[in-house]
């Protein structure tokens, strides 16, 4: 006996007479909870993103990018910084197995199997528990993944000279540096340049020196006994020289 479309009767229970594979509910049993998609949920997209890129615009005009100077690519004392997104990576090439001649291990094979685990992860648990407990192969790979994200980011942040960073990238205001001069000769002669520049804007391993606001005999005086980070005996002209090199050196202003 037949009763409703494609219904049988089996004793006391209604049975569907084809089987059909699970097909999702039609949203439209929702009443209230939908939306058309067009004007009515891209309008609240665009009305979203206009937010967003109000503040983002806001932002940079209350807070400009901190650039630096123009670079220099002469400049074999200068340390680099990645974004903030790559400074795991950064900090990974610091380590002996993967810098110098195994650059390529840290920059390429070591990243390139830790994302191809986490991509294979749901090949390797496909188990129907959403707990993490019943997951312990992705759950684990990826903790171990994020830790060492978060490890390798906190130690290049802690380790990185922040303060040589900020003195290396600061712009130098634009001089005009005579080097046809007796003391630039002088300066180039006695190794100065690779150091301080050669527009004395400086760099890592040296400070810079225009505008030094130093007298003669005290740039003189540094050249022969050091300071800082700069050892003693660096200068090894003679008298007659260290002091047309002291006068270039406190010569040279940007006014």
Not at 218 to 229: C, E, F, P, R, Y
Request: net charge negative.
């Amino acid at each position: 006996m037949h009763r409703g479309k494609g219904m049988k009767f089996v004793g006391d229970s209604r049975v569907p007479a084809e089987r059909k594979p699970n097909i999702p509910k039609d949203y439209s049993e929702f009443p209230g909870k939908t939306e058309a998609f067009w004007p009515n949920f891209l309008l609240k997209e665009w009305l979203v993103g206009a937010v967003f890129l109000i503040g983002f615009l806001c932002l940079t005009v209350a807070h400009p990018s901190p650039l630096e100077r123009v670079a220099d690519p002469t400049d074999s004392g200068y340390i680099p910084l990645p974004d903030w997104y790559f400074l795991f990576l950064y900090q990974l090439l610091k380590y002996e197995f993967a810098a110098g001649s195994f650059t390529v291990v840290g920059a390429i094979v070591i990243p390139g199997l830790a994302f191809g685990a986490l991509m294979l992860a749901p090949f390797l648990d496909r188990g129907p528990e959403r707990r993490p407990a019943k997951r312990p192969i992705a759950v684990g790979m990826m903790i171990l993944g994020v830790a060492a994200v978060f490890y390798l980011t906190w130690e290049s942040v802690v380790t990185h000279d922040w303060e040589q960073a900020a003195e290396q990238g600061k712009i130098q205001a634009e001089v005009e540096i005579d080097k046809e001069s007796d003391g630039y000769a002088i300066y180039q002669e006695q190794g100065c340049i690779s150091c301080h520049g050669d527009n004395l804007q400086g760099g890592a391993a040296g400070k810079a020196l225009v505008d030094n606001g130093l007298e003669p005999d005290a740039i003189a005086d540094i050249a022969i006994n050091g300071q800082g980070s700069m050892p003693a005996g660096v200068f090894k002209g003679t008298d007659e020289e260290l002091k047309v090199l002291s006068e270039f050196i406190s010569g040279v202003t940007s006014k």
